[in-house]
């Protein structure tokens, strides 16, 4: 196998980080991956917004947690509540990936960069819906001022990249999906 097949099928969603910011390398490597993706037209519709601030992070990830407490259906509360109570895991680094609208085919591409070349340098990462719910809430537009939001920009996805407490395993893969037409 490749160093490319390789890291593909290494990668796997981290749920519990230790805290640690990876080197700035690495962070800025990660950054640049992700501006090298494809997309239609060569738009490049995205804008990458690496937010290492701790304090704004978990101040999102209470915030974010504070809303899912209040929801009428408590299941995505207890499902994160059983996962350390945290929707950011304690990553120490978030890629915030702004999009144009109707542009979520390359957002998707752009975070799926993000995650394989964390996974290539050693890093664990995941990546994260659940990073609207803040910029969603109440406190939504302190959040999109803080990290600068530009104006007719959306949020697209996140990807939580970190150092995993624990390391986890890849799905296995479910080869029954695949048809060959020959
Ligand atoms: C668009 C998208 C959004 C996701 N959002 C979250 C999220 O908010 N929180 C989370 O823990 N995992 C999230 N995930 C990770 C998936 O749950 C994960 O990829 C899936 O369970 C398969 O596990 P694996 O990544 O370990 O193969 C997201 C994945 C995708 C593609």
């Known amino acids: 196998m490749n160093e490319t097949l ?3 099928s290494q990668r796997y969603s981290c749920r519990a980080y230790d805290g640690h910011l990876p080197e700035k390398e690495k962070l800025e ?3 640049l991956a992700a501006v090298q993706s494809p997309s239609a037209m060569n738009r490049q519709p995205w804008q990458i917004i690496v937010i290492t601030n701790k304090s ?3 101040e999102m ?3 974010g947690m504070r809303i899912l407490a209040e929801a009428e259906d408590k299941t995505t509360y207890e499902r994160f509540m059983n996962r350390g109570g945290s929707v950011f895991y304690n990553a120490p680094c978030m890629y915030l990936i702004l999009k ?3 542009t979520d085919m390359d957002v998707g591409i752009v975070s799926e960069n993000i995650t394989l070349a964390a996974t290539s340098l ?3 990462s995941v990546i994260c819906g659940m ?3 803040p910029f969603n809430g109440p406190k939504g537009d302190e959040f999109k001022k803080k990290v600068g939001f530009l104006d ?3 949020f697209g996805v996140a990807v939580l990249v970190g150092i995993g407490k624990t390391k986890g395993k890849p799905h296995t893969p479910d080869i029954s999906k695949i048809r060959y037409v020959e």
């Open 6 to 8: 390789k890291t593909i």
């Open 29 to 31: 490597a990660i950054a």
């Open 56 to 58: 704004l992070i978990e």
């Open 61 to 63: 990830d209470a915030e």
């Open 100 to 102: 144009q609208p109707g």
């Open 122 to 124: 050693g890093l664990d």
């Open 131 to 133: 990073a609207s719910i």
């Open 152 to 154: 007719g920009w959306e």
